[in-house]
């Protein structure tokens, strides 16, 4: 099987002004989850590992970057997903975790459970001795300016779905295995301990050997409604390409609950797509040894992995 990837780096606004910093973070990312499967790393290690370069990345709202909650804090939400056994593992309102996909991970490989929460999950972390990093690390200007902001009393919940920056990452490995993984800061200025589609299986991420992977991001109590990630790949096991999969999906879920989002998808014979139903997505997919980039809807443009490799300086 020719290993793929296929990164997203949120659906939203993304400004003019951060164009630049979209479009090389999911490049970047998808380029390292790439190599990961190049030297025939696995599908669930290439996702791992393109997830967390977009937590390092300010630019998104994952890891350092995150938008911050109505007191000021960072809580993060993040998922990963097997397709060869349905394995998931997930952490939900995680705080002072640098990566919280790589402890979603390690949720899914040292526990009996899919979910760990808040203080249980942080209590996991130092258990298994993961590495913790202050609160304010994690807090940039920008989130910080965006959360004051906000606080306004005229402040208009409807902004709160612009300019989100989930991150995801799906793959198949030589093998012909599959693998998703999906990682948030959530909505600016939501209440304490919320937790939003992405650490939701089904509705943040799927994977399934038998049917394809799924990433979504989004307006998350939306795509919660309608259990987006699954929703996509029902449509494929009916028979639908990845991109009519997507489309139809988004569809209903724009006209039933008034939601917009993106999702990237990626079937069992590598076939994939990069659907969003907001002004904006950043993506990128690795197929081939081709890199494919965009933002604009419409918007694809190609370049060779190793000469983009290569002008990245990895």
Same mark, same amino acid.
């Given at each position: 099987m020719k290993p793929v990837i296929v990164v997203h780096g949120g659906a939203g606004r993304i400004?003019?002004?951060?164009?630049?910093?979209?479009?090389?973070?999911?490049?970047?990312?998808?380029?390292?989850?790439?190599?990961?499967?190049?030297?025939?790393?696995?599908?669930?290690?290439?996702?791992?590992?393109?997830?967390?370069?977009?937590?390092?990345? &300010?630019?998104?709202?994952?890891?350092?970057?995150?938008?911050l909650n109505?007191?000021?804090?960072? +809580?993060?939400?993040?998922?990963?997903?097997?397709?060869?056994?349905?394995?998931?593992?997930?952490?939900?309102?995680?705080?002072?975790?640098?990566? &919280?996909i790589k402890l979603a991970r390690l949720v899914m490989e040292k526990?009996?459970?899919?979910?760990?929460?808040?203080?249980?999950a942080l209590a996991f972390a130092r258990a298994v001795g993961f590495p913790e990093v202050p609160g304010e690390k994690l807090i940039t200007e920008r989130s910080l300016t965006r959360w004051r902001e906000n606080l306004e009393a005229d402040s208009n919940p409807?902004?709160?779905?612009?300019?989100?920056?989930?991150?995801?990452?799906?793959?198949?490995?030589?093998?012909?295995?599959?693998?998703?993984?999906?990682?948030?800061?959530?909505?600016?200025?939501?209440?304490?301990?919320?937790?939003?589609d992405t650490a939701c299986i089904?509705?943040?991420?799927?994977?399934?050997?038998?049917?394809?992977?799924?990433?979504?991001t989004g307006h998350g109590e939306s795509i919660m409604k309608v259990v987006l990630a699954r929703l996509v790949l029902y449509h494929m096991e009916q028979g639908k390409s990845p991109e009519a999969a997507a489309d139809i999906a988004l569809d209903y879920m724009k006209t039933r609950v008034g939601g917009l989002g993106g999702v990237i998808v990626l079937s069992r014979s590598g076939d994939w797509a990069a659907r969003f139903s907001t002004k904006e997505m950043a993506w990128a997919a690795v197929k081939d040894d081709l890199l494919h980039?965009?933002?604009? &809807?419409?918007?694809?443009? +190609?370049?060779?992995?190793? +000469?983009?490799l290569s002008t990245m300086g990895s």
């Open positions: 400004f003019k002004e951060r164009e630049d910093g979209s479009r090389s973070g999911v490049r970047k990312a998808a380029l390292r989850g790439y190599s990961v499967l190049k030297r025939g790393g696995s599908a669930l290690d290439a996702v791992e590992e393109a997830v967390a370069i977009m937590e390092n990345d &300010p630019h998104f709202n994952a890891g350092c970057g995150s938008v109505e007191k000021g804090e960072v +809580e993060m939400d993040a998922i990963i997903m097997d397709g060869k056994n349905l394995a998931s593992g997930a952490v939900s309102a995680v705080k002072r975790v640098a990566n &919280p526990t009996d459970h899919m979910l760990l929460t808040d203080q249980g409807q902004e709160f779905q612009k300019d989100l920056g989930t991150v995801g990452a799906i793959a198949i490995d030589s093998a012909g295995n599959i693998a998703c993984a999906t990682s948030t800061g959530g909505l600016t200025n939501k209440l304490v301990g919320r937790v939003g089904g509705s943040g991420g799927y994977a399934d050997n038998h049917v394809g992977a799924t990433s979504t980039c965009g933002i604009h &809807p419409g918007e694809s443009d +190609e370049q060779s992995a190793e +000469e983009a």
